[in-house]
């Protein structure tokens, strides 16, 4: 079983539409959970963060966690084409101290 | 600000060469992260070098070593190159040690594409 799990996708939403993605994560030790876009052919790039159980809100981002069910999610409101990208989710864990990428869920918005 | 600059872009091998990858950092970061992405396995974790000492190691083998020198310019090592080494080599750099948080997230280069043949 992989350490952090994600729907490969794509994920298909017309634009203007709120999008979900989720990820689920093994290790009950984890602190911090990030989201990185990566745009076909770029390196990823950090979007959010977040470390505490609930919600937090950037912008048409939001990022919610669920430390009981080992779940992380990132959803987009009024997506746009240009948000169409590979979400990378990412989970450290203190005691190891390294970064630990899932696959990544493909996010295509049609216009 | 320069961000991080991975050389080369891309490289051909055969298997059993030798390759070496070069990452500079951003300027003022003194922590080189690298990574290794392939569709299948998605972004795993190679090693972490902080002041010129490897921090962190992640689960590949002796294969694959790197360092890092006293300007924070980083190289990553890959011998008895196989097949399967084939893939996109990220290199990341943030201002600590244990890059990845908030006060200290991680900015990653253009990568360097390895093709083994």
């Known amino acids: 079983q992989k350490e952090v799990e994600q729907n490969s996708g794509p994920l298909s939403v017309p634009e203007g539409a709120i999008a979900s993605l989720n990820c689920t994560y093994s290790?009950?030790?984890?602190?911090?959970f990030f989201w990185y876009r990566q745009y076909s052919g770029k390196s990823p790039e950090l979007i959010m963060f977040?470390?505490?159980?609930g919600d937090k809100e950037d912008g048409r981002f939001t990022a919610q966690l669920n430390k009981a069910s080992q779940y992380v999610s990132l959803l987009i409101r009024d997506s746009q084409p240009s948000d169409s990208a590979t979400y990378l989710c990412?989970?450290?864990?203190?005691?190891?101290?390294?970064?630990?990428f899932g696959s990544g869920t493909r996010l295509q918005v049609q216009p | 600000k320069a961000g991080v600059t991975q050389t080369p872009r891309y490289l051909i091998k055969t298997r059993g060469q030798q390759v070496t990858l070069s990452c500079s950092p951003i300027?003022?970061?003194?922590?080189v992260s690298w990574y290794q992405q392939t569709p299948g396995q998605g972004l795993q974790f190679l090693f972490e070098?902080?002041?010129?000492?490897?921090?962190n190691k992640g689960n590949f083998p002796g294969r694959f070593s790197g360092r890092q020198f006293s300007n924070s310019r980083s190289e990553m090592n890959v011998s008895t190159l196989e097949l399967g080494d084939s893939a996109l080599y990220l290199c990341?750099?943030?201002?600590?040690?244990?890059?990845?948080?908030?006060?200290?997230?991680?900015?990653f280069g253009n990568g360097t594409r390895l093709t083994v043949t």
């Open positions: 990341a750099s943030s201002r600590l040690v244990d890059g990845g948080g908030s006060n200290s997230p991680l900015h």
């Open positions: 290790d009950r030790g984890s602190q911090s």
């Open positions: 977040i470390y505490s159980n």
């Open positions: 990412v989970v450290k864990d203190t005691g190891r101290r390294a970064l630990t």
């Open positions: 300027s003022g970061h003194r922590s």
């Open positions: 070098y902080f002041s010129e000492t490897q921090r």
